[in-house]
């Protein structure tokens, strides 16, 4: 055999540092395909195949992820299992691949092995996820979705509010996005345990980006030229309104018809000649438009557990108004929980979502006025109530609550804080046995008509998360008569007035229970003409009595509104946000200007 040349026979010995050059060649290509198939296998282990190759995944937690939008959406965009759980840098994505050995050893255990097995396991591997995302701050969501690229106008107000939220206080994307791409157990965490985990982390913070407030009010800027032409649109239609039917009782006049009652709303003219605020040329009056949805079963309670309202956050820690998420989605919110979608186990066929409510307001030295209108919407009976009246005598209630002084979160929740979840009809009503047996408060808590509203303050305990199965609520906990007197005294209850269409003019207030026959006399008139119902409301500014909340120039008062049309009675009724009332006052939601 040949011998090598003696060039190459030199290459071959050479050597570099001490190191031949041959092994460092062979050691380098070595590398080259050892590197090359290691990581082309764990790529391999990052697809949507690999990961359903286990019935467990296929079976389970993927089919979940199919009616999700992050597998099937309109852009085409799929996020697969990786995409998710598999961390882009190469160091934390082989340490992952490292701790996702251990499904080997679940597979051969078989502890997941069935639906059954899985479901029991769930909440112990989401709350591992869901801890390893706050930890990271989400950085697996960041992979796709850059705080510094949203772009507000293209997000619901509530969005808007929370991103903005996320960018000054440290929230990070698994706080409010649980669930998203599997079954949520977000509500099955205790809430001291969720608490924790959606604190905002300082550290997360970020600065808001100056895209990010350009695009913020440039959709504010839109949506109140929006508003603002709506309303000029519905004066418009009101005036044209006002102009028919003065030319029809011009008309019949003059054909010596004075007698006749031109259709169209003036059959309401006389008793509004006579009524409260006669002297009132409401045409002239700004209407605002005050929108009541139908709330089912959200209590006070769970606005303020966390695992029940994604917002209690924003609420109890953050001071954030319901209006400052909710002021924009009221009719959906309406529509969801009517239909029974969510917190309403005994939905009533027919019954709408919503009810959009005109108020227009004037003051004088004495009285606050206020003409309300809306729409009426026919009979829908209630299927659980013999028939299908809960309330015969009255087709209609409408209230307006006003909050007292000292009240925790009223101004953020408006009427909210005296709906409980012990009341009539509520999740955890008592039991009549339970209220049989309570003899010792009935003249307190005022049980000849069940549980009704109440505020917190007059108790001296409230369950607020339902912690280990307790009832949430406080109805037979209430302070003594001396303490109550005290927070009356105070200017802690709410003061609430009401029309009942079968006559009553009430004004009462609600502390320890609800009283409507605490207050000053009051005139309430209204009916329904058409289809429409008019009421118009008559309160003295200031009183002597016990119940009644004063009204003073220069102060800002919290205000809620609500409606129980077609003969129901407790929670089956519609209801506004809070809303703020002001004398005089320009920036108040609801300016009432002096005659």
């Not at 930890?135 to 929370?162: L, Y």
């Not at 003899?439 to 008509?449: T, Y």
């Not at 037979?476 to 029309?499: Q, S, Y």
Request: charged share 25%; with cysteine.
């Amino acid at each position: 055999m040949a011998a090598a040349p003696r060039g190459i026979k030199r290459w071959l010995t050479y050597s570099l540092f001490g190191i031949p050059l041959i092994g460092a060649a062979g050691f380098f290509v070595f590398g080259i395909i050892f590197w090359g198939g290691f990581n082309t296998a764990m790529e391999a282990t990052n697809t949507l195949n690999f990961c359903i190759t286990c019935h467990e995944m296929e079976n389970n937690v993927y089919q979940e992820y199919k009616k999700t939008i992050h597998y099937q959406n309109r852009t085409g965009v799929r996020a697969a299992c990786s995409d998710c759980h598999v961390p882009d840098p190469w160091v934390h994505k082989f340490i992952r691949k490292i701790q996702a050995s251990r499904e080997i050893f679940y597979k051969i255990t078989g502890s997941i092995n069935t639906k059954e097995k899985f479901e029991e396991r769930r909440l112990h591997l989401a709350r591992r996820v869901w801890a390893t995302m706050k930890r990271t701050d989400s950085r697996e969501c960041r992979n796709c979705h850059n705080f510094n690229a949203m772009n507000p106008e293209f997000q619901r107000p509530r969005a808007r509010k929370q991103h903005l939220n996320a960018f000054e206080n440290g929230q990070t994307c698994i706080d409010c996005h649980k669930g998203i791409a599997h079954n949520n157990v977000r509500d099955k965490l205790p809430e001291e345990e969720l608490e924790a985990l959606e604190k905002p982390v300082v550290a997360f913070a970020r600065q808001v980006p100056e895209d990010f407030i350009t695009h913020l009010n440039a959709v504010e800027a839109r949506e109140k030229a929006a508003e603002e032409a709506r309303q000029a649109e519905a004066a418009a239609a009101e005036a044209n309104v006002k102009t028919r039917i003065e030319q029809a009782v011009a008309k019949a006049l003059a054909g010596g018809a004075a007698a006749a009652q031109p259709a169209g709303g003036a059959a309401a003219a006389p008793a509004a000649a006579s009524g409260p605020g006669a002297d009132i040329d409401w045409a002239s009056r700004e209407a605002k438009t005050v929108t009541l949805f139908y709330p089912g079963q959200a209590s006070f309670e769970w606005i303020q557990t966390g695992k029940d309202h994604g917002g209690a956050r924003a609420v109890t820690k953050a001071g954030d108004r319901c209006s400052t998420c909710h002021a924009k989605e009221v009719k959906d919110m309406g529509k969801k929980i009517v239909s029974g979608e969510k917190i309403e186990p005994t939905p009533i066929p027919g019954k709408r979502p919503f009810i959009e409510m005109q108020v227009k307001t004037a003051h004088d030295d004495k009285n606050l006025y206020m003409q309300l209108s809306w729409t009426d919407d026919g009979h829908h009976p209630v299927p659980f109530v013999d028939g299908g009246k809960m309330d015969p005598e009255n087709q209609v209630k409408l209230a307006v609550m006003f909050a007292g002084q000292g009240i925790e979160y009223a101004e953020q929740a408006g009427c909210w804080v005296t709906c409980h979840n012990d009341s009539r009809y509520m999740p955890d009503e008592p039991k009549p046995d339970a209220l049989a047996g309570a003899d010792g408060i009935k003249d307190i808590v005022g049980l000849s008509a069940g549980i009704t509203k109440y505020l917190a303050e007059s108790r001296t305990e409230m369950e607020i998360a339902g912690r280990r199965g307790a009832a949430r609520g406080g109805w037979n906990k209430p302070k003594t008569k001396d303490e109550l007197e005290a927070l009356a005294k105070a200017g802690t209850f709410m003061d609430v007035i009401r029309f009942t269409s079968s006559g009553k003019s009430e004004n009462g207030d609600i502390l320890a229970h609800r009283d409507m026959a605490s207050g000053a006399a009051i005139t309430a008139q209204g009916g329904l003409d058409g289809t429409t119902w008019t009421v118009v409301l008559s309160r003295p500014l200031t009183s002597d009595k016990p119940g009644d909340v004063n009204i003073e120039a220069g102060k800002i008062y919290t205000v809620g509104f609500a409606i129980h049309d077609d003969y129901t009675v407790a929670r089956f009724h519609h209801v506004s946000l809070e809303y703020k009332l002001g004398l005089d006052t320009a920036d108040a939601d609801i300016n009432v200007v002096k005659k």
